[in-house]
Structures are given as structure tokens and as C-alpha cells.
């Protein structure tokens, strides 16, 4: 996989060619953004929530006092951490604001923590239309401060603490980095923003040639954010719209990925950048051949299994 940094960021960025064992498996498995119902489109995506898991050296559940009542979060604790006190990456799940649970996304959690040697945390935030924006983003900021404040308690380093997550969770991760930032907040070692919803993708070339048939379709976007967001909010906001933020200096060093069968790979590649002229510590992956999603798909593509190792490794260099 092509890796970057500030200096060095291409001007675009484009597809290669799709991974042959994710172009066989893709008409099997669920569709993101699909013209179903929300419930059916739930219960499509139950497959990718299916064991057996990799081995994990603990697992728990912690239930939390949240601002908008309990906020369950899974812990992940590495059968061989890489520190006394450990790193730690609180991810914030995939699927338009509107998908997603915690199984579903069980095998790359236990994937990264292990390869990682550090704690993951899963967020459990209540999901869209039942909830509306800024519901989630208040939950995830809930989490994000209570691990700073008990980190010793869970045995986790303060200092080497990441925010991450994919999609729709890579929108809400880079809000969270914004908005500790704009409000002086507890100091993020890393954000990991996996092909983030930096804006919303309906112009853009990859919103186009990615449109149907590549697990995230480009026109269920708009649905997905119909869901989150209120007639009173304004999509410009920057923590709707995380690229339209005036300033993006002062962030935390990045490990931004984007994919070349992707509709959000063009606004990931312009957050990227925006990252880069500003002078941050970035990392920026792109993974030509592959498509949005793909830490969820590695059963069925070993290069999917091969970039979220590699996505574990650059972790591990940050936190680990």
C-alpha cells in the first residue's frame, strides 16, 4: 500500500485494480446505504457480526453513566500488551450514522489490539434516526474524556490515548479531534480517520465512478445524513462537515486512510490535505484496489486482512 506523509501527499489519488477475492465476495454480502429499509438494511449486515473471532487476551463491558443514559463500551485487552500502562484507541464504528453494532465490528477490533499490543474500545452511541446529531458526538466526547480521567484505573497511558473509526465514525473521529482541540480538551496522541465522511461525496469523481456495487452506495449517503441531522442543522457545520472547519492546525498526528473503490475516496484525499498544508504529523494510506469497508471483509479478502494489519502496525508505531 502507497504511504505518505505531509511532504509528500499526492495531488489525487485513483483506483488500481479491485482485489479479485473482494469483487467475488461483494454481491454476497450486504450493501451500506442500500433501497431497503432501515431494518432490513440491519439485519442484512447481522453476517458481518458472526463468529467465531480471533483469539483476544480479555474482553469486557463497561457500562456507563452517558449524557443521554447508558453508554455501553467494549474493551479489548491484548493477550500481549506492549507496555505496562497501554496504549489505547477508542473507535467510534462505521455505518451512515445509521448501521452498525458492536459484533459487526468484533473481528478488526481484535485484529488491531492484538497486532497492536493495545486496548481497543468499541462505543456503543445510539444510532440514527432514533437519535439525531449531536446525540452521537456527545457520547463519544463523554467516553473520550472519562478514559483520560480513569485511564491509570484501566491501564492505559494518558498520553498515548487515539481516537479512531470508518465512515460515517471517521466523520465523527476527526469532529472529536476539532472540537477537543477548539475547546483546549485532553490532548489526543493520534486520530485515525479510516475513508471519513469529510463532506459529503455527491460531486466528486469518486462519488460518481463508485456509485453503485462497491458495498457503500454514493445516493444512500444522503439518506444516512437525512437520518442524522435535523431541519434546523446546518450540514455546513464543521462538525458536520468536518473540511469545512477554519482551521485545521493544532490536530493531532493522523493516520488518515482512503480506497480507491470508494465514494468517499475523494474527500478523504481533500481532508488529507487539509491536514498537510497545516502542518500536522500526517500518515496518509491509500489502498488502490480495495473498497470503503474493508477492515469489516477480512475473511473474505486476504488483502483486506493484510491492510488492516498493516493500518495495526502504523498504530503501533504511534501508541504501541
Same mark, same amino acid.
Given at each position: 500500500?502507497?504511504?505518505?506523509?505531509?511532504?509528500?501527499?499526492?495531488?489525487?489519488?485513483?483506483?488500481?485494480?479491485?482485489?479479485?477475492?473482494?469483487?467475488?465476495?461483494?454481491?454476497?454480502?450486504?450493501?451500506?446505504?442500500?433501497?431497503?429499509?432501515?431494518?432490513?438494511?440491519?439485519?442484512?449486515?447481522?453476517?458481518?457480526?458472526?463468529?467465531?473471532?480471533?483469539?483476544?487476551?480479555?474482553?469486557?463491558?463497561?457500562?456507563?453513566?452517558?449524557?443521554?443514559?447508558?453508554?455501553?463500551?467494549?474493551?479489548?485487552?491484548?493477550?500481549?500488551?506492549?507496555?505496562?500502562?497501554?496504549?489505547?484507541?477508542?473507535?467510534?464504528?462505521?455505518?451512515?450514522?445509521?448501521?452498525?453494532?458492536?459484533?459487526?465490528?468484533?473481528?478488526?477490533?481484535?485484529?488491531?489490539?492484538?497486532?497492536?499490543?493495545?486496548?481497543?474500545?468499541?462505543?456503543?452511541?445510539?444510532?440514527?434516526?432514533?437519535?439525531?446529531?449531536?446525540?452521537?458526538?456527545?457520547?463519544?466526547?463523554?467516553?473520550?474524556?472519562?478514559?483520560?480521567?480513569?485511564?491509570?484505573?484501566?491501564?492505559?497511558?494518558?498520553?498515548?490515548?487515539?481516537?479512531?473509526?470508518?465512515?460515517?465514525?471517521?466523520?465523527?473521529?476527526?469532529?472529536?479531534?476539532?472540537?477537543?482541540?477548539?475547546?483546549?480538551?485532553?490532548?489526543?496522541?493520534?486520530?485515525?480517520?479510516?475513508?471519513?465522511?469529510?463532506?459529503?461525496?455527491?460531486?466528486?469523481?469518486?462519488?460518481?465512478?463508485?456509485?453503485?456495487?462497491?458495498?457503500?452506495?454514493?445516493?444512500?449517503?444522503?439518506?444516512?445524513?437525512?437520518?442524522?441531522?435535523?431541519?434546523?442543522?446546518?450540514?455546513?457545520?464543521?462538525?458536520?462537515?468536518?473540511?469545512? %472547519?477554519?482551521?485545521?492546525?493544532?490536530?493531532?498526528?493522523?493516520?488518515?486512510?482512503?480506497?480507491?473503490?470508494?465514494?468517499?475516496?475523494?474527500?478523504?484525499?481533500?481532508?488529507?490535505?487539509?491536514?498537510?498544508?497545516?502542518?500536522?504529523?500526517?500518515?496518509?494510506?491509500?489502498?488502490?484496489?480495495?473498497?470503503?469497508?474493508?477492515?469489516?471483509?477480512?475473511?473474505?479478502?486476504?488483502?483486506?486482512?493484510?491492510?488492516?494489519?498493516?493500518? %495495526?502496525?502504523?498504530?503501533?508505531?504511534?501508541?504501541?
Amino acid at each position: 500500500m502507497p504511504v505518505y506523509n505531509r511532504t509528500n501527499i499526492p495531488g489525487s489519488v485513483d483506483r488500481g485494480t479491485l482485489d479479485p477475492e473482494l469483487k467475488a465476495w461483494l454481491p454476497k454480502g450486504p450493501t451500506l446505504g442500500a433501497d431497503v429499509t432501515i431494518a432490513q438494511g440491519r439485519r442484512d449486515h447481522k453476517v458481518l457480526g458472526e463468529g467465531p473471532w480471533p483469539e483476544i487476551g480479555a474482553i469486557e463491558t463497561l457500562v456507563l453513566p452517558g449524557p443521554h443514559g447508558s453508554l455501553a463500551v467494549r474493551k479489548h485487552t491484548p493477550t500481549n500488551p506492549t507496555s505496562v500502562l497501554s496504549g489505547a484507541l477508542v473507535y467510534i464504528h462505521g455505518g451512515g450514522f445509521t448501521y452498525g453494532t458492536l459484533d459487526e465490528f468484533e473481528v478488526p477490533m481484535r485484529l488491531i489490539a492484538e497486532r497492536a499490543g493495545i486496548i481497543t474500545y468499541s462505543i456503543e452511541y445510539q444510532l440514527a434516526p432514533e437519535a439525531k446529531f449531536p446525540v452521537q458526538i456527545d457520547e463519544i466526547e463523554y467516553f473520550v474524556r472519562w478514559l483520560f480521567d480513569n485511564a491509570s484505573a484501566e491501564g492505559v497511558d494518558a498520553n498515548k490515548i487515539a481516537v479512531g473509526g470508518d465512515s460515517a465514525g471517521g466523520n465523527m473521529t476527526c469532529v472529536i479531534a476539532l472540537k477537543l482541540r477548539d475547546e483546549n480538551g485532553p490532548r489526543l496522541a493520534l486520530h485515525v480517520p479510516l475513508f471519513p465522511e469529510a463532506a459529503f461525496p455527491g460531486d466528486t469523481l469518486s462519488g460518481s465512478e463508485n456509485r453503485t456495487g462497491l458495498y457503500l452506495e454514493t445516493n444512500g449517503i444522503y439518506e444516512m445524513v437525512r437520518n442524522y441531522l435535523k431541519n434546523s442543522d446546518d450540514g455546513r457545520h464543521p462538525y458536520i462537515t468536518p473540511l469545512n %472547519a477554519q482551521s485545521h492546525t493544532n490536530l493531532p498526528p493522523t493516520i488518515l486512510v482512503t480506497n480507491g473503490f470508494d465514494p468517499l475516496r475523494d474527500v478523504g484525499h481533500a481532508y488529507a490535505q487539509k491536514l498537510a498544508v497545516a502542518g500536522n504529523d500526517l500518515t496518509y494510506v491509500h489502498n488502490p484496489d480495495l473498497t470503503h469497508g474493508f477492515p469489516q471483509f477480512t475473511r473474505f479478502s486476504a488483502a483486506c486482512h493484510q491492510a488492516t494489519m498493516e493500518l %495495526a502496525d502504523l498504530i503501533k508505531a504511534h501508541i504501541g
